[in-house]
């Protein structure tokens, strides 16, 4: 057993972060510091402080010490070279598209989307960048979609709700191949699951509003830096970025992009729930997967269920990928019940399971996703995204899987 922090594990590792660089007074937990601003004695170090010369705070928009301390334990988990945090998950992947993308720039997009992803993406269609969406279970459909205009890559690990494992070695020896920026939505396998840095992602994006922080009380979002991506020839960095080392470039023009000039800051409050949140990251997935595999197995043996997504079952399309690559199969799954049963009356009849849009949560929440969260794209991107009427989405929490299974038991019967 080594106490060297570089060869410890992940856990140990993410729970002695904080500690590692000395927080005032010996605390174990970073202190939530509110201050906007940040005093200097000497005007000149103000001054550098502003210039990137010397390290520190200047406004709390683009720099906070609890933020800070967030930060690095969100590289630390992705094994990253650094991160920058932001208000939600939507607000890092938007950050990511507005500070590096330009008008008449093309993106090769996971048809299998999170519904506002999806949402925001149609938005920057509409301010000239053009977003191609393909079945990315196959890295040949992203090949085709390229062109020479194609900038970037986006796709999920497990896409919601159908949960659809995207193509990731291959798409990113691709983008390798084609120096495209490639980024890896990582927020239903997490980090405890899968290291997107392993497929050659550029950059992993994190919800930390989901299981990160786990509790369903605080909503936040990360940008990672895997330093796998030259920004030497990528031809929208802005010349002021261009200092250092060329690896960290993109993520220095996502930071001055999205924080200081959009300011989709997180607050210290929520990075330190946050914090507090993902000590047990890694527990919590483990009893949620456990938990789902076991939950998936009892839908797909039940008469009354029709079909059942879960990458854990043998029947699902991309098995054996999900085994190859992921620690464990996530805590995520859809079922579709047979006509006989209304998806409405059956979730009403459910005692523990609530009906809930999150997930994430230490809870088991269910949806009926094409009357909710999936409701605006309209019948048709629905279809195109596997996504029937009566399907409901199942995001499994910690529960005793007892409880859980007598509950869709009665439930169903
Ligand atoms: C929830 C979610 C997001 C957005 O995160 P917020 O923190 O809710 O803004 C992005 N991607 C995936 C896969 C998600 O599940």
Not at 55 to 82: F, H, I, W
Not at 92 to 121: C, E, P, Q
Not at 250 to 270: C, H, N, S, V, W
Request: proline share 3%; charged share 20%.
């Amino acid at each position: 057993m080594s106490t060297d922090k570089k060869k410890a594990h992940f856990d140990t590792v993410n729970l002695h972060s904080d500690r590692r660089d000395k927080p005032e007074h010996g605390a174990l937990h970073r202190a939530t510091h509110t201050s906007i601003a940040f005093e200097y004695d000497d005007a000149r170090e103000l001054a550098a402080v502003f210039q990137g010369k010397r390290p520190g705070y200047n406004y709390a928009r683009q720099q906070n010490p609890t933020v800070n301390a967030l930060q690095k334990r969100v590289t630390q988990m992705e094994q990253g070279s650094a991160t920058v945090a932001f208000a939600t998950g939507m607000a890092a992947i938007g950050s990511i598209f507005f500070s590096l993308l330009r008008a008449g720039d093309h993106v090769v997009s996971s048809a299998f989307l999170f519904g506002n992803t999806n949402s925001l993406f149609n938005t920057f269609r509409n301010l000239g960048v053009d977003v191609s969406f393909v079945d990315a279970t196959d890295a040949a459909n992203v090949a085709e979609a390229i062109t020479d205009r194609t900038k970037l890559v986006f796709v999920e690990t497990i896409a919601n709700p159908v949960t659809q494992v995207a193509d990731l070695q291959k798409i990113g020896e691709l983008c390798a191949q084609k120096q495209l920026i490639y980024v890896v939505d990582n927020t239903i396998t997490t980090p405890s699951l899968f290291s997107p840095k392993s497929v050659g992602a550029s950059f992993v994006v994190n919800s930390l509003s989901k299981y990160f922080g786990g509790h369903g009380d605080a909503l936040g979002g990360a940008v990672t830096d895997t330093g796998l991506y030259d920004w030497a020839q990528y031809p929208n960095i802005f010349d002021n970025y261009k200092t250092g080392d060329s690896h960290s470039w993109g993520l220095t023009q996502i930071k001055k992009k999205g924080l200081r000039d959009f300011g989709a800051t997180l607050a210290p409050e929520a990075a330190h729930t946050l914090a507090l949140g993902s000590e047990t990251l890694s527990l919590r997935v483990e009893r949620a997967c456990a938990n789902a595999l076991a939950l998936a197995q009892f839908c797909e043996a039940h008469p009354r269920v029709r079909s059942v997504n879960y990458p854990g079952l043998p029947s699902h399309p991309q098995h054996q990928r999900a085994t190859d690559l992921f620690k464990q199969f996530g805590a995520l799954m859809s079922i579709e019940l047979h006509e006989e049963i209304d998806c409405f009356d059956f979730l009403n009849q459910l005692e523990f399971v609530v009906s809930s849009s999150n997930l994430g949560d230490t809870r088991t929440l269910a949806i009926p996703v094409a009357h909710t969260i999936f409701y605006e794209m309209g019948a048709e991107r629905r279809a195109s995204m596997g996504i029937p009427d009566s399907l409901i989405r199942i995001a499994v929490g910690i529960e005793n899987i007892d409880d859980l299974i007598a509950d869709f038991s009665q439930a169903l019967a």
